[in-house]
């Protein structure tokens, strides 16, 4: 008989099991809040959840959740986090995914996996989702140890907001999520040293500016991330440069400043596109110089020196020759090229921009045609009016996008966020769920689609649940009105599968334990706002707008930028 003990291990306090490390890891990077759905693969890190000091919001749809986590960094500049399940509720993240990659939104995706022992063996709820997003992420992760889950999500974190920043997946096993281990995070992440412009090619862009006559700004979503807003303000007076915007830029400059012009591209305004075409130099400040903006390449200000200051080399050179290439942080870049330009004004070319304008339409609803209907115009137009252009605004994609721009004056940085690259249907209702939990004090409108809006609807339940105040305008023309428009102008108003049956949007708000309101004329539409303000939840407002209105003008696609579709009743300059 064995005088052998049987000698036990003693557990070590300092382990922990991987899922308990991923709630300490997002602690530890100051993360509040996170959007997700349970499911198998992630079920030991929701079991871990209610130990730490982190926010769940239960989304209806994974594809709500990348929205919500989007829709927070936008609006908050810190690093959005949405957690899904493995197969289905990792795939249903994919376009949310890749509409941050598309503009730069800093997020941070993690999902369940299953075992590691399965992979590669088609098992229940199994997908490579690693591989489904190496095209849409600035990284991906696949974690089958519960020791690297600290480190990958520390990595993931500086990733996604250094340099450009985006979207990064981290898919994390069942079993890394059930092992054990020490919390060691391991080196710091390698920090890329600050890019600076080279000098030389900041006295040949000062040489460049100095010496223009007619010059314009086109700032991007850049001046927004590196939080330049105010730096602009200052290079653009002291230089006396008129500036314009992208659709993704709109805030970065005041639009009620003089030397505001407005929204560039497609839909932008006409006499911005008419300027662009008789500049001398383009001062494109991050932006990557995209096909809604340049029209047709080959006649894209064939006139102007270009200058483009831009954080990711990859966008330089690769649209737009450039003259001049400030490869560096935005914000440096303008804090180098401010003492370096020479102050002055520009009259000759400024009162030529006043003469452009004198050409086109005002952007004023006054000279649209009322005849008694309601007007999309008029509803963004009042909106802007009655909250003093001091509301938060997420838009969804299509017709009410541009009006948007077009009509609500946006002064403050980040009071606009929308989906530009990806043009990403049901991104507003989701996207501003997010943005509600960064930004708390802010009043927050949707202003969305009837199609979009039907995409991710069932997220009303989200705002019930939560307890969430936004407030939703809905641009109700019965169609899908972009589409409908394009094939008004280009095939013969045949309009195949967009006009659009609708539930009935107010019954649809009460079902959801939500305040639902109709609006059919422009008188209403104080009223109607100002109950939706009044209001402590979300409210949902149906305006029943003219059916076949279009956005004006509109540059066909790759055609000049001077080829605009205007206005019927517009005379011609």
């Known amino acids: ?80 986090v949405a957690i899904a399940t493995s197969g289905p509720g990792a795939t249903n993240l994919v ?15 993690i999902t369940g ?55 990064v997946l981290v898919d994390i096993t069942k079993d890394a999520q059930q092992g054990k281990a020490r919390l060691e995070e391991g080196p710091a992440p390698r920090q890329r040293k600050p890019h600076y412009a080279p000098e030389l090619a900041l006295r040949r862009a000062v040489a460049l500016i100095d010496a223009a006559e007619r010059p314009l700004i086109l700032a991007g979503q850049g001046v927004l991330k590196a939080e330049a807003s105010e730096l602009l303000l200052q290079f653009a007076e002291k230089a006396g440069i008129p500036v314009t915007a992208t659709l993704l830029g709109l805030g970065g400059f005041p639009a009620s400043h003089p030397l505001s012009l407005g929204m560039m591209g497609m839909h932008g305004e006409a006499w911005v596109n008419n300027a662009m075409q008789e500049a001398d130099l383009l001062i494109a400040l991050g932006m990557r110089f995209d096909d809604r903006v340049t029209g047709k390449l080959a006649t894209f200000a064939v006139n102007a020196k270009k200058i483009h200051a831009e954080i990711d080399p990859a966008e330089i050179n690769k649209n737009v020759r450039a003259d001049v290439a400030l490869q560096g942080d935005l914000r440096r870049t303008l804090e180098q090229l401010f003492p370096a330009v020479r102050q002055r004004q520009r009259p000759a070319w400024l009162e030529r921009i006043v003469a452009l304008k004198a050409d086109c339409t005002r952007r004023d609803v006054q000279a649209l045609p009322e005849d008694g209907k309601l007007l999309a115009p008029h509803v963004l137009h009042d909106l802007w009016r009655l909250t003093e252009g001091k509301a938060l605004v997420v838009t969804d994609v299509g017709q009410h996008q541009m009006w948007e721009a077009q009509y609500y004056k946006h002064d403050r940085p980040r009071s606009l966020i929308t989906s530009g690259g990806l043009g990403t249907m049901g991104f507003a209702l989701p996207a501003a769920i997010g ?53 008004e102008f280009f095939y013969g108003r045949r309009y195949v599968a967009t006009p659009l049956k609708s539930p009935d949007f107010v ?67």
């Open 1 to 80: 008989m064995s005088n052998a003990v049987a000698i036990q291990e003693t557990p070590d306090p300092a382990q922990k099991t991987g899922a308990q490390l991923v709630w300490e890891a997002l602690v530890r990077e100051g993360v509040e809040v996170v959007f997700g759905y349970p499911g198998g693969a992630i079920m030991p890190t929701y079991d871990a959840m209610p130990a730490y000091p982190v926010r769940h919001v239960l989304v209806r749809h994974e594809q709500g959740a990348a929205h919500m986590a989007d829709g927070y960094a936008r609006a908050s500049g810190k690093v959005g």
């Open 95 to 109: 376009t949310g995914i890749a509409t941050a990659m598309m503009d730069s939104s800093p997020m941070v995706c």
């Open 113 to 167: 996996q299953v075992g590691s022992t399965l992979l590669g063996s088609d098992a229940f709820q199994e997908i490579d989702i690693t591989g489904i997003t190496l095209p849409i992420t600035k990284h991906n992760y696949l974690v089958t140890r519960a020791e690297d889950v600290a480190p990958v999500l520390r990595e993931a974190f500086h990733i996604a907001r250094s340099g450009r920043p985006g979207p």
């Open 435 to 487: 943005a509600r939990f960064a930004r708390p004090a802010d009043e927050i409108w949707v202003v969305v689609g009837d199609g979009g809006f039907q995409m991710t609807s069932c997220e009303l339940t989200t705002c019930a649940q939560e307890g969430l105040k936004v407030n939703v305008a809905i641009i109700n023309n019965g169609y899908l009105g972009m589409v409908r428009q394009w094939q």
């Open 507 to 573: 019954m649809l708000a009460q079902a959801h334990g939500l305040c639902g309101l109709r609006v059919t004329r422009r008188d209403e539409i104080a009223a109607a706002v100002a109950r939706a303000r009044s209001e402590p939840g979300t409210v949902v407002i149906d305006f029943r707008v003219e059916q076949e209105e279009s956005v004006y003008p509109m540059v066909p696609a790759n055609t000049d930028l001077r080829e605009m579709i205007r206005r019927p009743f517009e005379e011609e300059g």
